[in-house]
């Protein structure tokens, strides 16, 4: 043990001369200059090993971006040629090509079909591959088209359509929506549905309409390069059309419409087939004449003829002729209906009788085409009939003549008629007329009055009132003598009100 014993607290130990507790300025400096260069060494050696990282960082970051741009390149590339090679296959395919180059073109479309295969799998290269070969074996089926004579990139047009109407293209499963403005090409398939009704249009000047509950099949649209010769084809299932073969585009052109039992070949006529359930076909021909083949026997169809193709291949003829269409009486040449209260509306329409008929068929729409016609009676016993109940607007109308058999002969030319209402309309006053003679001749101020704002129609002029109701018409050259004129005044919920007026125009001022 030892022992400690305290040391006075006055007592101070002093040190030898020379000798300091407390460092000098110099040694101080000299030892935080060796602690902050040995820190400054061991911060740039952190600095260099993040600076690699950083560096490591961004070369593999580089290096992804590249593999990833060229990955994009050539998955684009690959992308366009499918879409170059399904174009020219599209081509090949519209030129006939399927039918007299399908060697050819089953390799392309073998090779377009791997492609598309690959380009799901991520192998865009081997993708790319395939196409560029599919573009090539197309364009090569299509130069052998041209080498055999055959020319036939043609196609018919859906000129119009009503309801529900489809269409299946050619290699596909499903149906789309048919508009109008559609082209149609080869072993294209089209239906229609109950109410509805489509047209289609050929380039030689033929018109097909389908009508409801039908399927039609587009066979052949082909024309031969060195006569130019054309060849449409059609094949009926279940179908209701009619057709009006040939046109300024005809001359030597032929259109075949296959049925279940019979073949129909003309080249100017105009005739209607109805195919039914039991594959018995009706063919009428109301104008040109029609080769009708069926159980190796020909029979020739002339105009108002009609022979009905059996389910066993016979051709059956009609004991009496189809007669020929009335001549409408009343009304004819758009001709202005006006009436002050629409519950006392009534348009007469009259036409000629023909000799032989049974019963008539009439027909009322809004448009030329029939599509939705707003009146359809069949077995009319007379040659006239009142329409009633006629909302203000143009209308078309036509009919036709059923003889002793039941069977229909082709409408007649189609009429119209306009009906206007006044009372039940817009309020409209003609305030002043000025007649002035020019060298021109004479030109008609008319000022009137009507609703602020509102757009009316003075005979073919368009105007608008201001802002007070106020309009000013003019109308010029004008002949001398009674002038009809006619103010249209559209209504916002649909129809218009109809006022007419007469002028009697002499020398102006």
């Given at each position: 043990?030892?022992?400690?014993?305290?040391?006075?607290?006055?007592?101070?130990?002093?040190?030898?001369?020379?000798?300091?507790?407390?460092?000098?300025?110099?040694?101080?400096?000299?030892?935080?200059?060796?602690?902050?260069?040995?820190?400054?060494?061991?911060?740039?050696?952190?600095?260099?090993?993040?600076?690699?990282?950083?560096?490591?960082?961004?070369?593999?970051?580089?290096?992804?971006?590249?593999?990833?741009?060229?990955?994009?390149?050539?998955?684009?590339?690959?992308?366009?040629?499918?879409?170059?090679?399904?174009?020219?296959?599209?081509?090949?395919?519209?030129?006939?090509?399927?039918?007299?180059?399908?060697?050819?073109?089953?390799?392309?479309?073998?090779?377009?079909?791997?492609?598309?295969?690959?380009?799901?799998?991520?192998?865009?290269?081997?993708?790319?591959?395939?196409a560029v070969r599919a573009e090539g074996?197309?364009?090569?089926?299509?130069?052998?088209?041209?080498?055999?004579?055959?020319?036939?990139?043609?196609?018919?047009?859906?000129?119009?359509?009503?309801?529900?109407?489809?269409?299946?293209?050619?290699?596909?499963?499903?149906?789309?929506?048919?508009?109008?403005?559609?082209?149609?090409?080869?072993?294209?398939?089209?239906?229609?549905?109950?109410?509805?009704?489509?047209?289609?249009?050929?380039?030689?000047?033929?018109?097909?309409?389908?009508?409801?509950?039908?399927?039609?099949?587009?066979?052949?649209?082909?024309?031969?390069?060195?006569?130019?010769?054309?060849?449409?084809?059609?094949?009926?299932?279940?179908?209701?059309?009619?057709?009006?073969?040939?046109?300024?585009?005809?001359?030597?052109?032929?259109?075949?419409?296959?049925?279940?039992?019979?073949?129909?070949?003309?080249?100017?006529?105009?005739?209607?087939?109805?195919?039914?359930?039991?594959?018995?076909?009706?063919?009428?021909?109301?104008?040109?004449?029609?080769?009708?083949?069926?159980?190796?026997?020909?029979?020739?169809?002339?105009?108002?003829?009609?022979?009905?193709?059996?389910?066993?291949?016979?051709?059956?003829?009609?004991?009496?002729?189809?007669?020929?269409?009335?001549?409408?009486?009343?009304?004819?040449?758009?001709?202005?209906?006006?009436?002050?209260?629409?519950?006392?509306?009534?348009?007469?329409?009259?036409?000629?009788?023909?000799?032989?008929?049974?019963?008539?068929?009439?027909?009322?729409?809004?448009?030329?085409?029939?599509?939705?016609?707003?009146?359809?009676?069949?077995?009319?016993?007379?040659?006239?009939?009142?329409?009633?109940?006629?909302?203000?607007?143009?209308?078309?109308?036509?009919?036709?003549?059923?003889?002793?058999?039941?069977?229909?002969?082709?409408?007649?030319?189609?009429?119209?008629?306009?009906?206007?209402?006044?009372?039940a309309g817009l309020p409209l006053r003609i305030?002043?007329?000025?007649?002035?003679?020019?060298?021109?001749?004479?030109?008609?101020?008319?000022?009137?009055?009507?609703?602020?704002?509102?757009?009316?129609?003075?005979?073919?002029?368009?105007?608008?009132?201001?802002?007070?109701?106020?309009?000013?018409?003019?109308?010029?050259?004008?002949?001398?003598?009674?002038?009809?004129?006619?103010?249209?005044?559209?209504?916002?919920?649909?129809?218009?009100?109809?006022?007419?007026?007469?002028?009697?125009?002499?020398?102006?001022?």
């Open positions: 043990m030892y022992a400690v014993s305290e040391m006075p607290a006055s007592r101070v130990i002093k040190m030898p001369e020379g000798l300091s507790s407390t460092p000098s300025r110099s040694d101080r400096g000299r030892g935080w200059k060796k602690r902050l260069n040995w820190k400054v060494l061991i911060i740039s050696r952190r600095a260099l090993r993040l600076w690699i990282i950083i560096l490591a960082g961004l070369l593999l970051l580089l290096a992804f971006l590249l593999f990833s741009f060229r990955e994009a390149g050539i998955e684009g590339k690959a992308k366009e040629a499918i879409s170059s090679a399904q174009k020219a296959l599209d081509s090949a395919y519209r030129a006939g090509a399927e039918i007299f180059a399908y060697e050819r073109y089953a390799q392309a479309l073998a090779e377009l079909s791997k492609a598309k295969k690959f380009h799901q799998a991520g192998d865009f290269k081997t993708s790319y591959d395939h074996l197309a364009r090569r089926a299509e130069a052998e088209m041209g080498k055999q004579g055959i020319a036939a990139s043609r196609f018919s047009t859906v000129s119009a359509t009503s309801g529900k109407v489809e269409i299946r293209r050619a290699r596909e499963l499903s149906w789309q929506p048919v508009s109008k403005g559609m082209n149609l090409f080869p072993q294209d398939q089209i239906r229609t549905f109950s109410h509805s009704q489509v047209q289609l249009t050929f380039d030689d000047g033929s018109v097909l309409r389908v009508k409801p509950d039908s399927l039609v099949v587009i066979d052949d649209l082909s024309q031969e390069a060195g006569t130019s010769r054309k060849r449409t084809s059609v094949r009926l299932l279940v179908s209701d059309i009619e057709a009006r073969i040939g046109g300024p585009g005809a001359e030597r052109s032929e259109f075949r419409i296959e049925m279940p039992t019979a073949v129909a070949r003309a080249e100017r006529a105009e005739l209607a087939v109805r195919v039914s359930p039991e594959r018995e076909s009706k063919i009428r021909v109301f104008s040109g004449s029609t080769e009708l083949t069926s159980g190796g026997k020909t029979l020739r169809l002339e105009s108002g003829q009609e022979v009905i193709a059996t389910r066993d291949q016979k051709l059956v003829a009609s004991s009496q002729p189809l007669l020929p269409p009335p001549t409408p009486i009343t009304p004819v040449g758009l001709k202005q209906f006006l009436f002050a209260d629409p519950k006392q509306a009534k348009i007469p329409l009259a036409w000629t009788e023909v000799p032989g008929a049974k019963s008539y068929h009439l027909q009322v729409a809004s448009d030329p085409l029939f599509f939705d016609p707003i009146l359809d009676l069949g077995n009319l016993n007379r040659v006239e009939y009142d329409l009633e109940k006629v909302e203000s607007g143009t209308y078309f109308w036509r009919v036709s003549c059923l003889n002793a058999n039941g069977s229909e002969g082709t409408f007649c030319d189609l009429e119209s008629f306009q009906v206007g209402y006044t009372a305030e002043d007329i000025l007649v002035l003679t020019g060298r021109g001749g004479n030109t008609v101020w008319i000022k009137g009055k009507t609703e602020p704002s509102r757009s009316l129609q003075v005979n073919h002029l368009l105007i608008k009132s201001d802002s007070e109701g106020t309009f000013w018409a003019r109308l010029t050259p004008v002949p001398r003598g009674r002038l009809t004129v006619t103010f249209r005044i559209p209504h916002p919920q649909g129809g218009c009100t109809i006022f007419q007026k007469e002028i009697l125009v002499t020398r102006g001022i």
